[in-house]
């Protein structure tokens, strides 16, 4: 009698709808998941209409979403504890896997930046995009609330040699969005003012050569920021294209399937880093605003995430995340309105790509991790 009590405890609690749905929730963050999936159903909407004439990649993006979501949650579950343990190791296997590109990766459009694994191919510099962060807040929560400038130096070069190899493969895009992503948790652990003006001067000085080590086609894509119509069927092609497109969809846009610049084929790569072109193009201005307010919200709910925090370790990571995603809508969405220089940047939950998508999902289980075990430890 008691083993058939014992047994039909076990299954209410475990196999009921409510007690399976229960379980599901538990570790997300209701308010951050709505936005994200009304972010990431607007993503579709506009993939659908920008790869109309290849719904291969519809259906890849549909996968991916499921993957990154899938990850999502099970970061989630994870105590940012066990995060913590394994910030090093994930660093180090990141680190490996750039070095190992550098020697035996396979070159696509004369940029060498993938690993060929026989059944897939991965991108390790986006896995940086992930460990930076982890190592640093991981390195600062060992230092304590007070570093010192020697602890400062020391993360900084732990930033720039996975940067510097990023930035060798050549991607620029990656290297300076892996730079942002560290020197977010340098400058939350409380870098002084004086020493980042310091550093500005010292940067500002070796600009020439910086400029002496960037590739042809970087420079003129900087150089092309000032004058687009100086190559117009060359390095200024993307932003003229991306500028009309934006400038056509007028204040509600031209409707879905609509955009005549994307579906007459004028806007480069319109399913990946343009796809804000697209967007807007069919949307307009009222799209826009709503897709600003969308990662407005987002970014504000995360912010509040990282700022309640119990540990600094969480706080660190969280607020990284939170600034590093913010400055992919900016630069995405400057990249394609011509003010800021093209570099390659995805715009997040909406272009297509499975690295990007399971990076971003990532961050965000993340940051549900910090708010999950916050409650419970506050409870």
């Known amino acids: 009698m008691i083993g058939h009590h014992s047994a039909h405890g076990f299954k209410s609690r475990w196999y009921t709808p409510r007690a399976l749905l229960r379980q599901i929730i538990e570790p997300l963050d ?14 579709l909407l506009t993939l659908y209409s920008a790869t109309i004439d290849t719904p291969a990649r519809f259906n890849a993006q549909l996968l991916n979403i499921l993957v990154g979501l899938s990850t999502m949650w099970v970061i989630a579950r994870i105590p940012p504890g066990t995060l913590l343990r394994y910030a090093v190791p994930g660093f180090i296997v990141g680190l490996t ?7 035996a990766g396979e070159v696509v459009n ?16 986006e896995m940086m995009k992930i460990a930076m962060p982890l190592m640093l807040a991981w390195f600062f929560h060992q230092r304590g609330p007070s570093p010192g400038l020697r602890d400062f130096a020391v993360a900084a070069l732990l930033l720039v040699v996975p940067a510097a190899l990023i930035m060798r493969q050549p991607d620029l895009g990656t290297a300076l969005l892996v730079l942002g992503a560290g020197f977010y948790v340098i400058f939350l652990a409380g870098l002084s003012w ?18 002496s080590m960037l590739h042809d ?55 990946t880093d ?20 969308l990662y407005l919200a987002l970014i504000a709910r995360c912010m509040v995430i990282a700022s309640s925090a119990t540990t600094l370790f969480s706080r660190l990571l969280g607020g990284s995340l939170v600034l590093t995603l913010a400055t992919y809508a900016l630069v995405n969405m400057g990249m394609v309105a011509g003010v800021l220089p093209v570099v390659g940047v995805p715009l997040p939950f909406i272009s297509y790509g499975g690295t990007a998508m399971v990076t971003l999902c990532v961050a965000m289980g993340l940051l549900m991790s910090i708010s999950a075990h916050r409650q419970l430890v506050s409870s």
């Open 274 to 293: 343009f796809i804000f072109a697209v967007f807007s193009e069919e949307f307009g201005l009222a799209g826009i605003l709503l897709l600003s307010g």
């Open 97 to 103: 896997l750039l070095v190992l590109v550098a020697v």
């Open 194 to 211: 004086r020493v980042m003006l310091g550093a500005a001067i010292c940067g500002a000085g070796a600009a020439p050569f910086v400029w």
């Open 110 to 125: 004369g940029a060498r930046r993938w690993l060929n694994l026989g059944i897939t191919r991965i991108q390790p510099s």
């Open 30 to 43: 209701l308010p951050l998941l709505s936005i994200l999936v009304t972010i990431l159903a607007l993503g």
């Open 217 to 271: 086609y970087q420079r003129r894509r900087l150089l092309i920021l000032l004058d687009p119509t100086q190559d117009p069927l060359g390095a200024g092609y993307h932003t003229i294209q991306s500028t009309i497109a934006v400038g056509s969809g007028g204040l509600f846009g031209k409707g879905w399937l609509r955009g005549t610049q994307a579906h007459l084929e004028f806007i480069p790569e319109r399913h």
